[in-house]
């Protein structure tokens, strides 16, 4: 269970496991530049506690028709037959009609991210709707000081009525304590992970979906903005345009990074505890305060209501041709920005798409957007969101999905402050060089900075490189891992040499 930091911190040497059989080491000395926690977030750190406490009991008690009561997956409850029963349960027509297990069969479309999702079609007749999508969150959020709703399942409810009134969210059945079933509207347009299914969904029809989505309007998020800066007041100097706002992924709603996959509380354990130490040592505010990182253009600077996870297991077709988003765990307000540069780490960088599929989707979304497409406002707008993989979710300096904590190594060169520093003084190398701005435009900042950075950052890169954090880049370990994504077509980076 979780053992929340108090007066006590590490630190951390080298690079820090986050697979949840390992734990944090101990044993290392107080560091006196750190700060202390605030009672706020000790008592957070509590209650996080008793949250993984409750989630584990609840475990062999789930199934419960309570809608207010935490559903928590016991043994065999993720399986289909746990969650046919779950869903009967819950959804009034198939409770109404008598739908049996043997009439329900269960699909799961789950990913890596913060919830199960799962599609459960009845056959029974009567059954209305006959599918819907039952969605479970285990990112093991926590309740705020009063013990009221997580700021994540309030943020992630509000989202979904704005995209509602816009016409762009699937119709809500019944809503759970930390799950939701909703309609099932339309059909899967992924090829793969990393790929759509463009017979389904067309580079076109993805860029006027996203455009669409920004511009649902944003006053829904600002209550919950005020809470996060209440929570953690460093937020306060940090402005809507800084692409930082994801309060799921970077821990301002539920205390916690965000690291993929099912929750357990060893896990939660563990994400309570780097989040706690990144802001501990001042490297979180150093980072969301650092204004290289920021977007520059007209376009990427735009504050909107984004998806916040636009990929391909999280977009379906409608009967019309027409698709629509789902999954709303990562929708919150900030710059155009962050949007993008998930999708190109996710799906349309070049580790997966060439420069004349990146080019034409912006060049679309700009069109569609009613803003100016000439050349150099699409590039403008790429050389941002190139940017934004390096210090965005699921970029190169977000711990959380990979196998280092590069903000919190201290003893190690470069530390965490200098590491912010070098990575800095390379956007703005890029920004001010010609012939920088085009190699990254074309190839990506990190296999850019891999092959021209000398020193303490390309030792650091060869370190992450090791360790295998560079593959989302298309930068590999060896090249049989590289030959194999090759193979796989999971990758389209050409194989970079070993030092």
């Known amino acids: 269970m979780l053992t929340a930091l ?39 750190a509590m209650k996080r506690k008793a949250a993984c406490m409750a989630t584990a009991a609840s475990a062999s008690t789930s199934g419960s ?8 997956f016991a043994p065999g409850e993720d399986q289909p037959e746990g969650v046919a029963k779950k869903v009967i349960s819950v959804v009034p027509s198939w409770k109404a009609c008598g739908v049996a297990v043997g009439d329900v069969t269960v699909k799961d479309f789950s990913a890596f991210g913060g919830a199960r999702v799962y599609k459960v079609s009845a056959s029974t007749e009567g059954a209305t709707p006959p599918a819907v999508c039952f969605k479970v969150d285990v990112t093991g959020g926590d309740d705020d000081e009063e013990g ?69 309007p944003t006053e829904w998020y600002e209550p919950l903005r005020a809470r996060m800066r209440e929570r953690y007041p460093f937020l306060n ?28 509380p060893e896990k939660a354990a563990n994400n309570a505890k780097i989040f706690d130490e990144m ?45 629509m988003c789902i999954d709303y765990d990562f929708t919150h307000v900030s710059p155009v920005q962050q949007e993008l540069s998930f999708a190109f780490m996710k799906w349309l960088g070049p580790k997966h798409q060439d420069y004349a599929t990146r080019y034409t989707f912006l060049e679309q979304y700009l069109t569609h957007c009613g803003l100016p497409n000439d050349d150099a406002s699409v590039k403008e707008l790429m050389l941002d969101a190139m940017v934004g993989t390096i210090c965005n979710f699921d970029g190169l300096l977000f711990s959380g999905l990979s196998r280092q904590v590069p903000l919190l190594r201290k003893s190690d060169k470069p530390d965490g402050l200098e590491l912010l520093k070098l990575l800095s003084d390379f956007v703005t190398d890029v920004r001010s060089s010609p012939k920088l701005k085009e190699q990254v435009i074309y190839n990506g900042p990190i296999p850019t900075m891999y092959v021209t950075s000398t020193g303490p950052l390309r030792a650091w890169l060869e370190e992450m490189r090791a360790h295998g954090s560079l593959g989302g880049f298309g930068i590999f370990p060896d090249s049989a891992t590289w030959e194999e994504n090759v193979r796989m077509k999971a990758v389209r980076t050409p194989w970079i040499p070993l030092p």
């Open 6 to 44: 108090r007066s006590r911190h590490f630190l951390l040497k080298g690079f820090l496991p986050l697979n949840h059989t390992h734990k944090l080491k101990r044993g290392y000395h107080a560091h006196s530049s750190l700060i202390t926690l605030t009672t706020t977030q000790q008592t957070m």
């Open 65 to 72: 028709e309570d809608n207010d009561a935490p559903f928590g």
């Open 148 to 216: 009221e709703a997580s700021i994540q399942d309030d943020r992630t409810q509000a989202a979904a009525q704005a995209l509602g009134a816009q016409g762009m969210a699937p119709t809500k059945i019944v809503h759970g304590n930390n799950w939701d079933i909703e309609e099932w509207s339309g059909i899967s347009v992924s090829k793969d992970f990393s790929h759509f299914d463009e017979s389904l969904a067309p580079l076109g029809t993805l860029t006027k979906l996203m455009a669409d989505v920004h511009t649902t």
């Open 237 to 264: 100097d940090v402005p809507p345009e800084a692409p930082f706002w994801n309060g799921a992924a970077f821990g301002w709603e539920n205390g916690m990074l965000f690291t993929g996959g099912k929750m357990t």
């Open 279 to 323: 802001c501990a040592s001042g490297v979180m505010e150093a980072l969301v305060k650092c204004t290289a990182f920021y977007p520059q253009s007209a376009a990427a600077k735009r504050v909107v209501t984004i998806h916040g996870d636009f990929k391909p297991n999280n977009v379906i077709g409608r009967p019309d041709g027409s698709c």
